[in-house]
């Protein structure tokens, strides 16, 4: 029996060889190509573009994509090596393509692969269009061209997807302030498809890059290629005993950033996003509505409150904050996995624009990281975050949420509750700034539990609290 395609947040993600086959991704690239047909979209041509990560076969799943394609009648721009997720967004809107497809899981662990879906305005693919995508896999019959056939009739063009897409960053930043900055810095690269990308967008500065865990290994060197700190163990032991300026670190299909500074402790993503947007409002004068993901630090809603920007919250997942930017006057959209979506851009995270505007703020201030998150706290007060991913059923998860929303504590360690959000997951916020949320994962049986207090050991226990809330149900 035919394995159950199901679509999660942008598309489909299975382990390779057991659900991840060519059969099911024939499958779904027709359902795909059929959606396509049925709806173009207005202004567009009938071209999808088709891109792929450093996964094990993600080449080979790529092409096999663009055989069903071209069978349907499309023309397809097919990535000619592994590429970043924003460059194949940006190709989408440079080509006025229908749409796009990136072969990539992200940061899941190596025996992951995927099949996200670009909408023709170069972001995701909204949950409708997924949807209508998911309701037509099985529904025709599946067509293909073999590749050589399709490659001479010029059905399928390969192409380099990252040189437009370095060009359109380079434009959005200060490049020849980063050129002649002298900044020393080193890129963990995760073993993904970001390895090598500062390195030639800087080439030819007075910029001295590094780039650590650069080789193609689509075993990830047994982690995960998540920016978070669990993941930087031997870079960071690396970096103590070579200092750097920062660390700039993207995820396995370099749509997100993170960091460490340049002694090897870890930035987190909300300290990095707090730099960004201080820099935009401080040295860049601009201005704007501030988009946030619900799971980000609360520094950022005192900053705006400051600054006097409008800031809308988000439920979590970069759709949202995209639907945001689709809309315009946005200064910056945020999630807290390190997703940052940049104005004048496309309406999608970019890791690689992200890691070159921390560039420009390192060089228009000339001072080192560690004094630019001091006068941050300075100005706004400590905020610490923790997170935990806890097992917990998918069947008891509805009546945790109720629970969680009608009984919530009085308080959050001393200060009391002064409001609970509920639209996606739960999340308690204290007087002083704290929180505590709970959210589950959408697709495993898997419960977040967020934090952020004033210091370290408070965010710590506030995430007790939120382990014994999950013990009432």
């Not at 434009?171 to 002649?180: E, G, M, R, S, T």
């Not at 409001?419 to 002083?432: H, L, N, P, T, W």
């Amino acid at each position: 029996m035919a394995a159950k395609i199901k679509f999660g947040t942008d598309g489909w993600r299975a382990v390779i060889a057991e659900d991840f086959t060519f059969e099911n991704v024939s499958r779904v690239a027709q359902a795909s190509a059929d959606y396509w047909k049925q709806n173009p979209p207005a202004g567009t041509q009938p071209t999808i573009v088709v891109g792929y990560d450093r996964r094990f076969l993600s080449d080979r799943f790529a092409r096999r994509t663009a055989e069903v394609l071209a069978g349907n009648g499309f023309s397809v721009i097919l990535s000619d090596s592994p590429v970043p997720t924003p460059a194949v967004s940006f190709a989408v809107k440079a080509a006025k393509a229908a749409g796009g497809v990136m072969i990539t899981a992200s940061h899941n662990p190596p025996e992951f692969n995927g099949f996200k879906v670009k909408a023709w305005y170069g972001g995701s693919a909204d949950p409708s269009i997924c949807q209508a995508i998911e309701e037509r896999v099985d529904q025709g019959t599946i067509k293909w061209t073999a590749f050589d056939v399709a490659a001479k009739a010029k059905k399928i063009v390969v192409k380099d997807l990252r040189a437009a897409h370095y060009a359109a960053c380079k434009k959005l930043v200060n490049f020849n302030l980063i050129a002649k900055s002298k900044l020393k810095f080193a890129h963990e690269a995760l073993y993904g498809v970001g390895a090598g990308c500062f390195e030639e967008l800087l080439e030819g500065t007075t910029c001295t890059v590094t780039t650590l865990n650069a080789e193609h290994n689509p075993n990830f060197g047994g982690i995960n290629p998540e920016p978070i700190a669990k993941n930087y163990v031997k870079s960071a032991a690396w970096l103590a005993k070579n200092p750097h300026d920062i660390c700039l670190v993207t995820d396995g299909d370099a749509d997100r950033v993170g960091g460490m500074m340049g002694d090897g402790s870890p930035l987190t993503t909300h300290q990095l996003i707090c730099l960004l947007l201080r820099h935009y409002v401080k040295n860049r004068q601009q201005k704007g509505r501030v988009i946030k993901a619900l799971t980000t630090t609360t520094m950022v809603d005192r900053m705006c409150a400051a600054y006097g920007l409008q800031l809308v919250e988000t439920g979590v997942g970069f759709k949202y904050i995209a639907s945001e930017m689709i809309q315009g006057g946005v200064l910056l959209g945020f999630e807290e996995s390190g997703g940052i979506g940049f104005p004048g851009h496309i309406p999608e995270r970019d890791g690689i624009l992200a890691g070159l505007m921390l560039l420009e703020l390192l060089a228009t201030e000339k001072k080192p990281v560690k004094q630019l998150l001091a006068d941050l706290e300075k100005e706004f007060g400590p905020h610490e975050y923790a997170r935990i991913d806890t097992h917990f059923p998918l069947e008891k998860r509805t009546s945790l949420m109720e629970f969680c929303k009608l009984n919530p504590p009085a308080k959050l360690l001393k200060s009391p509750l002064k409001e609970v959000k509920s639209f996606d997951g739960v999340k308690f916020i204290a007087e002083d700034g704290s929180w505590l949320m709970l959210r589950g994962s959408g697709t495993e049986p898997i419960l977040r539990i967020y934090a952020e207090g004033k210091t370290l050991a408070d965010a710590e226990k506030l995430l007790q609290l939120g382990v014994k809330l999950t013990k009432q149900v």
